[in-house]
Antibody, heavy 125, light 112 residues
């Protein structure tokens, strides 16, 4: 069964750090781009970051660039999101997702075909 | 505020057809950017419904279909079922933004 399971969420004070993990199983993990997507309370989905198959390309939404780092360990079938300088607006459920590459003339618009159930990050003083 | 506008809520009775719109502009859908659609039941993993404007992944019922025209895209659900009650999101690419991959604001669909 194709599966993604996130862990590592919790409550942290503003300015703090957390490391999210995502364990992948049931597919050839090293063949896929992977993403983190979040949903703040009462809000819609927001793409956060993604990484290519070997970890050499990484992309971030502006609001987290310089504070968050996406990484992967293909030997462990795992994806990570290192989060620093956390802010109240980072409070959200964070989902790990498998990307399918979709390339257009305008640019890359990967779609996410497998998702985890999410892990909750609360930044609260 | 997303550049892709969806109605915040919609409703329909079992068996009915509903259409959820995703309205963009000349810098995203109107520029030819493709659209993907997702279903999200709160508390569960989001699910891919449609990719590349019209393509349905295996396992997604034929009741779900989508189209794109001009600056808008639409997701249609026929034969509405109770299990379709969920939030629906479109996703596209806006070349005018520094963060070009965007989701619509989402539509909460209630099955009456």
């Amino acid at each position: 069964e194709v599966q993604l399971v996130e862990s590592g969420g919790g409550v942290v004070q503003p300015g703090g750090s957390l490391r999210l993990s995502c364990a992948a199983s049931g597919f050839r993990y090293h063949k896929y781009w992977m993403s983190w997507v979040r949903q703040a309370p009462g809000k819609g989905l927001e793409w956060v970051a993604n990484v290519n198959e070997d970890g050499s390309e990484k992309y971030y939404v502006d609001s987290v660039r310089g504070r968050f780092t996406i990484s992967r360990d293909n030997a462990k079938n795992s994806l990570y999101l290192e989060m620093h300088s956390l802010r109240a607006e980072d409070t959200a459920v964070y989902y790990c997702a498998r990307d399918q590459v979709w390339t257009m003339v305008q640019g890359r618009l990967n779609y996410m075909d497998v998702w985890g159930k999410g892990t909750t990050v609360t930044v609260f003083s | 505020q997303s550049v892709l506008t969806q109605p915040p809520s919609m409703s329909g009775a079992p068996g009915q057809r509903v259409t959820i719109s995703c309205t963009g502009s000349s810098s995203n859908i109107g520029a030819g950017s493709d659209v993907h659609w997702y279903q999200h039941i709160p508390g569960t993993a989001p699910k891919l419904l449609i990719y590349g404007n019209v393509n349905r992944p295996s396992g997604v019922p034929e009741r779900f279909s989508a189209s794109k025209s001009g600056t808008s895209a639409s997701l249609a659900i026929t034969g509405l079922q109770a299990e379709d009650e969920a939030d629906y999101y479109c996703q596209s690419y806006d070349s005018s933004l520094s963060d070009p991959v965007v989701f619509g604001g989402g539509t909460k669909l209630t099955v009456l």
